[in-house]
Nanobody
Framework: QVQLVESGGGLVQAGGSLRLSCAVS????????MAWFRQAPGKEREFVTA????????YYADSVKGRFTISRDNAKNMVYLQMNSLKPEDTAVYYC???????????????WGQGTQVTVSS
């Protein structure tokens, strides 16, 4: 059984930073593509960023490009999302997800965490 556990969410003022973490267990992590998605109230879940198993490839949504950075530590089975210059529109529940291949669509991800709330105040 694959488990993904996010942490690091919270309340931050606009312009501030947060770092989300995702701990992965129960799978050969080093061969797994990882991604972060988010879902705001009343909206569909949207792609934020993804990283290949080696870390060599990364994808970002245009809305976060230049502000967010995804990284991974295969030795620790961890994925991180560094979020800088946060905006009120970044407010959402952020989900960590795992897949066999690197894709942007949530349908391509087999395993999901429970989510962590990020709230950015103006």
């Amino acid at each position: 059984q694959v488990q993904l556990v996010e942490s690091g969410g919270g309340l931050v003022q606009a312009g501030g930073s947060l770092r989300l973490s995702c701990a992965v267990s129960g799978r050969t992590f080093s061969r797994t593509a990882m991604a972060w998605f988010r879902q705001a109230p009343g909206k569909e879940r949207e792609f934020v960023t993804a990283i290949s198993w080696s870390g060599a490839l990364t994808y970002y949504a245009d809305s976060v490009k230049g502000r967010f950075t995804i990284s991974r530590d295969n030795a620790k089975n961890m994925v991180y999302l560094q979020m800088n210059s946060l905006k009120p529109e970044d407010t959402a529940v952020y989900y960590c997800a795992a897949a066999s291949i690197l894709v942007r669509s949530p349908q391509g991800y087999d395993y999901w965490g429970q989510g962590t709330q990020v709230t950015v105040s103006s």
